[in-house]
T-cell receptor, first 114, second 113 residues
Framework: DTGVSQNPRHKITKRGQNVTFRCDPISEHNRLYWYRQTLGQGPEFLTYFQNEAQLEKSRLLSDRFSAERPKGSFSTLEIQRTEQGDSAMYLC????????????FGPGTRLTVL | AQSVTQLDSHVSVSEGTPVLLRCNYSSSYSPSLFWYVQHPNKGLQLLLKYTSAATLVKGINGFEAEFKKSETSFHLTKPSAHMSDAAEYFCVVSTGGGNKLTFGTGTQLKVEL
């Protein structure tokens, strides 16, 4: 399967702990996106990378959130000092330059903060 | 700012009957619009896209959508529903040069025998 993969698929953590999620995009895609989806809502944009450069961050991305894509391939999203409000599905997507609207999504990581 | 509004949170149809999922958009210029589908426990999948070419856009699995500027609408249709169409559907507009997708709140489609 050469689609977008995300790990872990589920994460349960206690409030105040740090968590890190990983996304592996489609190999030839140079753009990578992170979204957050809460129950009953559509996904909300968090941030995106072109190669290793993080080009835009949403205001939703507080100081506790950080994303990296060190070699322009896989990406990580870290949440520090998790809060119950961080509970959501975190989605990763990738695309090719010039076809940014056609994003290929991974299955997501569901985070539950107790 | 560009946005989309999905007019129905839930739609229920019988198998074999037509499907209509409604979406209105708000944009200061010609938008790029998309429909994505999300099946349970699966990733979001692109159904179709409109990028200012033909106003009637055909997608996968027999779905199509018509861009109507006068009505600021981009409704999704299918002539005959199948059980496998049951899923959540999102109307989406791209912003920031296509780098950011703004999703509607979704329409849950239920298909009954």
């Amino acid at each position: 399967d050469t689609g977008v993969s995300q790990n872990p698929r589920h994460k349960i953590t206690k409030r105040g702990q740090n968590v890190t999620f990983r996304c592996d995009p489609i190999s030839e895609h140079n753009r990578l996106y992170w979204y957050r989806q809460t129950l009953g809502q559509g996904p909300e944009f968090l941030t995106y990378f072109q190669n290793e450069a993080q080009l835009e961050k949403s205001r939703l991305l507080s100081d506790r959130f950080s994303a990296e894509r060190p070699k322009g391939s896989f990406s990580t999203l870290e949440i520090q000092r998790t809060e119950q409000g961080d509970s959501a599905m975190y989605l990763c997507a990738s695309s090719m330059t010039g076809q940014e609207g056609e994003q290929f999504f991974g299955p997501g990581t569901r985070l539950t903060v107790l | 700012a560009q946005s989309v509004t999905q007019l129905d949170s839930h739609v229920s149809v019988s198998e074999g009957t037509p499907v209509l999922l409604r979406c209105n958009y708000s944009s200061s210029y010609s938008p790029s619009l998309f429909w994505y589908v999300q099946h349970p426990n699966k990733g979001l999948q692109l159904l179709l896209k409109y990028t200012s070419a033909a106003t009637l856009v055909k997608g996968i699995n027999g779905f199509e959508a018509e861009f109507k500027k006068s009505e600021t609408s981009f409704h999704l249709t299918k002539p005959s529903a199948h059980m496998s169409d049951a899923a959540e559907y999102f109307c989406v507009v791209s912003t920031g040069g296509g780098n950011k997708l703004t999703f509607g709140t979704g329409t849950q489609l239920k298909v009954e025998l």
